[in-house]
Nanobody, 123 residues
Framework: QVQLVESGGGWVQPGGSLRLSCRAS????????MGWYRKAPGKQRELVAT???????NYTNFVKGRFTISGDLAKNTVYLQMDSLKPDDTAVYYC?????????????????WGRGTQVTVSS
């Protein structure tokens, strides 16, 4: 089927940077959009940033000016450059894709999630 695999998480001091990567694989016909979400302990999962196949980006307010989403959806890949990281950015970051895939004699459009990558910001 379809898999999304994230990488690039880790530990960083406040003010530092990390770059997350996500690649989708499987029976993919096209990707309409990809994005990053995060879930901190005790909180609900929340949107961080998204990018469409037309390269339109969207950011939630608390990351504007600090995070940059980019990618090549034709190559099933999205990145999240995170700068000026704060302790409040500590969370598990999940990749999401809105894509069209094929299998079992049918074409399906659906959302898929990666397993997440841990980002820890602390001194």
């Amino acid at each position: 089927q379809v898999q999304l695999v994230e990488s690039g998480g880790g530990w960083v001091q406040p003010g530092g940077s990390l770059r997350l990567s996500c690649r989708a694989s499987g029976r993919i016909l096209s990707i309409n959009g990809m994005g990053w979400y995060r879930k901190a302990p005790g909180k609900q999962r929340e949107l961080v940033a998204t990018i469409t196949s037309g390269a339109t980006t969207n950011y939630t307010n608390f990351v504007k000016g600090r995070f940059t989403i980019s990618g090549d959806l034709a190559k099933n890949t999205v990145y999240l450059q995170m700068d000026s990281l704060k302790p409040d950015d500590t969370a598990v970051y999940y990749c999401n894709a809105d894509l069209t895939s094929w299998g079992n004699h049918e074409i399906t459009r659906s959302y898929y999630w990666g397993r997440g990558t841990q980002v820890t910001v602390s001194s």
